[in-house]
């Protein structure tokens, strides 16, 4: 059985939706939990320190131990606040969980600059201001579990959410860059793509969903698969896994067997033999996972030696 107690965790965002799921969960588990929560609209407007309060309150009264935090995610200073609380309070941080996210939905001629620094600053900017308080603060004792958010919309795209998809996206390059750093140092790094109906959702088309129930499409459905990498029994790291409705997925980035030349031997590619391969280089059967991106410039210079 999994067992989080003693455990310190923080989970930004967590006043409500799939933060609150994850609290809750992380919660009843043994851990104790910083609930973050600035309390603002959807587009990250205002604040309001009763919901993470509420949340805070409800943990404690389930027999868990929970302390409110309401510093906002989205500035240095916020982000180092919401670590101090942790370490104020139980005096170490085993977990994070970066949750707390606003959207502003728009096609792209129409995005408001204003709204592209909001949500950036919020998803993208929080996940680096709260984790490397975290991140340090976990280095001396080599452990920890940092797990992400990222989004389906920055892996596979959605109309009418492209700053959402590209603050996603800046996450995941995050991630890859931070996994590797962090596994010298014996802490994880991984993230998770939700899917769930939340606050944040609310002005998605879901019409594709219509016919699932209500709790099938709950936020409490993903907080199974954050508490798992969240433990310590979860020996993975590196990995990013699309989670919701009853389904735990892995996702990656592969690159195709492709089409190739030796550039010394048969001489540069050109444009038009570009275009006479275009059904190989998209060809995605015998495809290959890299690790890092040195190891797929290895894969490259490895045909190199073999074909020469």
């Given at each position: 059985?999994?067992?989080?107690?003693?455990?310190?965790?923080?989970?930004?965002?967590?006043?409500a939706?799939?933060?609150?799921?994850?609290?809750?969960?992380?919660?009843?588990?043994?851990?104790?939990v910083?609930?973050?929560?600035?309390?603002?609209?959807?587009?990250?407007?205002?604040?309001?320190?009763?919901r993470?309060?509420?949340?805070?309150?409800?943990?404690?009264?389930?027999?868990?131990?929970?302390?409110?935090?309401?510093?906002?995610?989205?500035t240095?200073?916020?982000?180092?606040?919401?670590?101090?609380?942790?370490?104020?309070a139980?005096?170490?941080?085993?977990i994070?969980?970066?949750?707390?996210?606003?959207?502003?939905?728009s096609s792209?001629?129409?995005?408001?600059?204003?709204?592209?620094?909001?949500?950036?600053?919020?998803?993208?900017?929080?996940?680096?201001?709260?984790?490397?308080?975290?991140?340090?603060?976990?280095?001396?004792?080599?452990?920890?579990?940092i797990?992400?958010t990222?989004?389906?919309v920055?892996?596979?795209g959605?109309?009418?959410?492209?700053?959402?998809?590209?603050?996603?996206?800046?996450?995941i390059?995050?991630f890859?860059?931070?996994?590797?750093?962090?596994?010298?140092?014996?802490?994880?790094?991984?993230?998770?793509?939700?899917?769930?109906?939340?606050?944040?959702?609310?002005?998605?088309?879901?019409?594709?969903?219509?016919?699932?129930?209500?709790?099938?499409i709950?936020?409490?459905?993903?907080?199974?698969?954050?508490?798992?990498?969240?433990?310590?029994e979860?020996?993975?790291?590196?990995?990013?896994?699309s989670?919701?409705?009853?389904s735990?997925?892995?996702?990656?980035?592969?690159?195709?067997a492709?089409?190739?030349?030796?550039?010394?031997?048969?001489?540069?590619?050109?444009?038009?033999?570009?275009?006479?391969?275009?059904?190989?280089?998209?060809?995605?059967?015998?495809?290959?996972?890299?690790?890092?991106?040195?190891?797929?410039?290895t894969?490259?210079?490895?045909?190199?030696?073999?074909?020469?």
């Amino acid at each position: 059985m999994i067992d989080l107690t003693n455990r310190v965790a923080i989970v930004t965002g967590a006043g409500a939706g799939l933060g609150r799921s994850y609290a809750l969960a992380l919660a009843e588990r043994g851990a104790k939990v910083v609930v973050n929560d600035l309390g603002a609209q959807v587009d990250g407007a205002g604040s309001d320190s009763a919901r993470a309060n509420a949340v805070a309150d409800e943990i404690s009264a389930l027999g868990g131990t929970a302390v409110p935090e309401h510093s906002s995610v989205a500035t240095p200073e916020g982000g180092e606040a919401i670590v101090k609380r942790a370490l104020d309070a139980f005096g170490q941080v085993d977990i994070l969980v970066n949750n707390a996210g606003n959207i502003e939905l728009s096609s792209f001629p129409k995005l408001d600059v204003r709204a592209m620094a909001r949500v950036l600053d919020v998803h993208l900017g929080g996940a680096f201001y709260v984790t490397q308080p975290a991140y340090r603060a976990m280095l001396p004792r080599r452990c920890g579990s940092i797990i992400f958010t990222v989004s389906g919309v920055a892996t596979f795209g959605n109309l009418g959410a492209s700053v959402y998809g590209a603050a996603k996206g800046g996450i995941i390059g995050l991630f890859n860059v931070l996994k590797l750093e962090a596994a010298r140092h014996g802490i994880r790094v991984n993230a998770v793509a939700p899917m769930a109906q939340t606050r944040l959702a609310a002005d998605v088309d879901l019409e594709e969903y219509k016919a699932a129930t209500r709790r099938s499409i709950s936020p409490d459905l993903i907080a199974p698969a954050v508490v798992y990498l969240a433990s310590v029994e979860c020996e993975l790291t590196g990995e990013i896994w699309s989670v919701g409705s009853g389904s735990v997925a892995r996702l990656f980035v592969g690159r195709t067997a492709g089409y190739f030349k030796h550039p010394d031997e048969e001489g540069p590619l050109t444009p038009e033999e570009i275009a006479e391969h275009v059904a190989e280089i998209q060809d995605v059967n015998g495809f290959d996972i890299p690790e890092t991106w040195p190891e797929e410039w290895t894969m490259v210079l490895e045909r190199l030696r073999t074909d020469s």
